[in-house]
């Protein structure tokens, strides 16, 4: 008890800390002139987040995956890194409070402590495939739009500016912000190049590569859009016959896979000391991590079996 009372002071002490060091004015910033800058109540917030930020980033870019600010692009989510990172950071801090609060110093702590922090990137990750889903869903529609701008003697540009001010978002931005780079200077590859970066979408990489292609080499590039147009309508139908076909199988497996969880948590919340010879004893504790790795195995089985590529 009094190593519990101990730790709690500590944790008390450094956040009071924390928040002392974020209420007092930081110091003033210079610009090139030498002249005080003055900084707004959220910069001064984010300050403290930006290198834990940075740091997340440097290691994304070595092992070659997507930065924090990719991901929040891909998402749509008007956020700086330094606030997703806080934003993290709030959940850990609130799980691990819930966490001890309802467990004390148990393993249960510091499970909900790591759940409530992957909590933001899972949502994250849930805007973006709804809205790559939006995307891929009216890309053959756009392709016939700009297909027919280009059948009506506009250039490349010209007509994605027309498509861009006829579609419906998620597009319209997408089209709206290459432009922009293509006005500022960028050249219509690499604009696009970015834009495929930015959304993640097999379809529209095909594109982008076809008009790389033809600019480098000449041809029809009407109709080379009308031909991915048709394969890209093909491959949506298929997709969707596929998905409507294995829906019965995704979800007993999403079911088979969650139950045992969802009862342990039950048991767990109504009887601890009925569930809790499975935490404290030897043989219970390899028996939940032989349990877990049997239900890995087998949600993995049944998405490779129901996840086919088209």
Known sequence: MNTVFILSVIAALGVLAASTAVALPAAARRDSWGEPTNQSLRDRVNQ????????SNRRRRLNGGLTIAEHLARADLKLRTSEFVMIQIGFLLAGAVLGFWRFGFAPQFVIAGVVAYLIPMRYVKWRQGRRLKAFNGRLPDTLSLLSNALKAGLSLPQALEAVAHTSAPPISDELSRAIREMN????????????????G??????????????????????????????????????????????????????????????????????????????????L????????GISIFIGNLFVRRITNLKV
């Open 48 to 55: 403290p987040f930006e290198v834990l930020a940075e740091r």
């Open 184 to 199: 500022l200077g960028s050249a219509t590859p690499q604009a696009l190049t970015n834009m495929v970066r930015r959304v």
């Open 284 to 291: 219970g504790r390899v028996m939940l991590v032989l349990a």
């Open 201 to 282: 979408s097999e379809d529209l990489d095909l594109i982008v590569t076809a008009i790389s292609i033809q600019s480098s080499v000449g041809g029809n590039l009407a109709r080379i859009l009308d031909g991915i147009s048709h394969t890209i309508r093909q491959r949506i139908q298929a997709k969707a016959q596929i998905s409507a076909l294995t829906a019965q199988m995704r979800a007993s497996g999403w079911i088979i896979t969650l139950l045992p969880f969802i009862v342990a948590a039950v048991l767990n919340l109504i009887t601890p000391s009925y569930f809790g010879i499975m935490l404290t004893e030897p």
